[in-house]
């Protein structure tokens, strides 16, 4: 089975600022790892995805993604955020082959303030 | 572009109605899902469908069940509900071969 573990439930920040945001997962297979942003009252948007090669993947608003194979962990990064990053942010895993079920996070909610 | 389409962003019910929630893709996607999300749970698979009239049931499947006799649509019914229903409900649809899910906007459902 996979898990995945998001440790921070929530994250302030302050306008242009960096942030991360934390991603670990366990699982006895390979898998594909990807970060979902849902704005308030939507639904889930793709930010990202990482299937294999390199290692640091890029993703829509300026986001990216390590992953870390030895630490298992797969942290978002954003280099200067803003007001419209407001939300919040799930990280999950899909088993490479097999049943596609996405297995998510708990999920971290991104506060930017001015 | 992929639309996945829920038929109610907002639904009240009543304790021991049957509830319907619908959802339609477009891009002819063989998986679909049904997905609760509460606060501080994340996302939980409630059932999933690989094909017309198949169905497979996922983490959280008691107390509901599902359809799909077309392609493109899935459906969620609740038998009978109850106010630990009450949540969020996000259908998603993904190719058989690709490698990302598609997420509809959501219903907001209240059973009082």
């Known amino acids: 089975a996979q898990s995945v573990t998001q440790l921070d439930s929530q994250v302030p920040v302050f306008e242009e600022a960096p942030v991360e945001l934390r991603c670990n997962y366990s699982?006895?297979?390979?898998?594909?790892l990807f970060w979902y942003v849902q704005y308030p009252n939507q639904g889930l948007q793709l930010l990202l995805k990482?299937?294999?090669?390199?290692?640091l993947v890029k993703g829509i608003n300026g986001f990216e993604a390590e992953f870390n194979k030895s630490q298992t962990s797969f942290h978002l990064r954003k280099p200067s955020v803003h007001i419209s990053d407001t939300a919040e942010y799930f990280c999950?895993?899909?088993?490479?082959?097999?049943?596609?079920?996405?297995?998510f996070g708990t999920g971290t909610r991104l506060l930017v303030s001015p | 572009d992929v639309k996945v389409t829920q038929s109610s962003r907002y639904l009240v019910k009543r304790t021991g109605e049957k509830v319907f929630l619908e959802c339609v893709q477009d891009?002819?996607?063989?998986?679909m899902f049904w997905y609760r999300q509460d606060p501080g749970l994340g996302l939980r698979l409630i059932y999933f469908s690989y094909d017309v009239k198949m169905k497979e049931k996922g983490d959280i499947p008691e107390g509901y069940s599902v359809s799909r006799e077309k392609k493109e649509r899935f459906s969620l019914i609740l038998e009978s509900a109850s106010t630990n229903q009450t949540s969020m409900y996000l259908c998603a649809s993904s190719p058989q071969e690709g490698t990302e899910a598609f997420f509809g906007q959501g219903t907001r459902l209240t059973v009082v």
């Open positions: 699982s006895s297979v390979s898998v594909y």
């Open positions: 999950a895993v899909r088993r490479v082959t097999g049943f596609q079920k996405l297995v």
């Open positions: 891009m002819d996607h063989e998986n």
């Open positions: 990482y299937l294999s090669g390199s290692t």
